[in-house]
């Protein structure tokens, strides 16, 4: 059985407030995007995990494909599994990747051994692998709270835009980013601001990752700027960095940054 798992982008995220278990509360849409890994898992008579495409540090016990297994299997009675997962949404990206592989593979998980779980009992083993890990179970676009599990409906479809991801050379690890942010509360709602047309919503919606990161890596600002120049309508990074991307009315011409980033176009 072959699976896509799909990234994510951020569309505002706002750092609310940091929680007594070093996590911090935040408002997000998180709206899925047509870049992705693929996922095959089948039955065997030995447990293996394989990966190909991009490198992925840390190791493949480390993987968490392989924590979905250990942690579903404290539950439930599993088959042994032989996974490959071919890796091609870039890490460090704020593009949810690795999240998205977990709440794949515990679909998969799902479906090979009939093990009958509802989506609300999938998104519970999901918040448990990574805070963004629950959205991928349904993989609708949502408004997310707290840790950025929980989730509210967002009316948001961006299909008649032309939407853009470009990877710098660079890589964000999602905990410095946190430990870099400011929390702070009382910003609009983002459900209210999503309404705006999307040139306007420079002036509302905002990324608080943006700050301290751009101070970090100006390159990943550099080219925010870039795709504004090239005419989006609304560009920002995504999640924790270091993706950007732009939304646009038509394809625009970005080949001046394909030496530098890799473009990840009509997504
Ligand atoms: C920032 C966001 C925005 O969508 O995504 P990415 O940019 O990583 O894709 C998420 O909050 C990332 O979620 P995820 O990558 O699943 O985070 P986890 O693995 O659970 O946590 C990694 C580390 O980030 C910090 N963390 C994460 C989520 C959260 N709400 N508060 C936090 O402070 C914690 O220090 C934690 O140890
Ligand atoms: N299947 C996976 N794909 C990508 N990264 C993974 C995976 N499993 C574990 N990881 C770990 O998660 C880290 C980054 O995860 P990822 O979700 O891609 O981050 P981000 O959302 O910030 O881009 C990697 O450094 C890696 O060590």
């Not at 993987?63 to 088959?79: F, M, T």
């Not at 905990?175 to 942010?181: I, R, W």
């Not at 990752?209 to 560009?235: H, T």
Request: hydrophobic share 40%; proline share 4%.
């Amino acid at each position: 059985m072959i699976v896509f798992p799909n990234a994510k982008i951020n569309i505002g995220l706002n750092v609310i407030a940091k929680r007594a278990d070093g996590y911090h509360n935040l408002e997000t849409i998180f709206y899925p995007v047509k870049i992705y890994d693929a996922l095959e898992a089948i039955t065997a008579p030995v447990m293996h995990f394989a990966s190909s495409g991009i490198n992925i540090p840390g190791g493949d016990e480390k993987n968490l494909c392989i924590k979905a297994y250990e942690l579903v299997s404290r539950d439930h009675p599993l088959p042994r599994v032989n996974i490959h997962l071919h890796k091609h949404i870039p890490i460090g990206a704020g593009l949810g990747g690795g999240s998205a592989d977990a709440a794949f593979f515990l679909k998969q998980l799902n479906t090979l051994s009939d093990l009958n779980l509802s989506d609300d009992d999938l998104e519970n083993y999901a918040r448990q692998l990574g805070a963004d890990c629950a959205f991928f179970i349904r993989n609708k676009p949502v408004y997310a709270t707290q840790k950025g599990d929980v989730f509210k409906e967002a009316e948001l479809d961006l299909t008649k835009y032309y939407l853009v991801v470009a990877m710098p050379d660079v890589h964000v690890s999602t905990a410095d980013a946190y430990s870099g942010v400011v929390a702070q509360d009382g910003t609009a709602d983002l459900r209210d601001s999503i309404k705006l047309p999307v040139a306007e919503w420079k002036h509302e919606i905002k990324n608080d990752f943006e700050r301290s990161v751009f101070k970090k890596f100006p390159v990943i600002e550099d080219l925010k700027n870039e795709l504004y120049k090239a005419g989006a309508l609304y560009a920002s990074m995504s999640g924790s960095g270091a993706a950007v991307f732009g939304i646009f009315e038509v394809q625009p011409n970005l080949s001046h940054l394909e030496k530098s980033c890799r473009i990840f176009y009509k997504v």
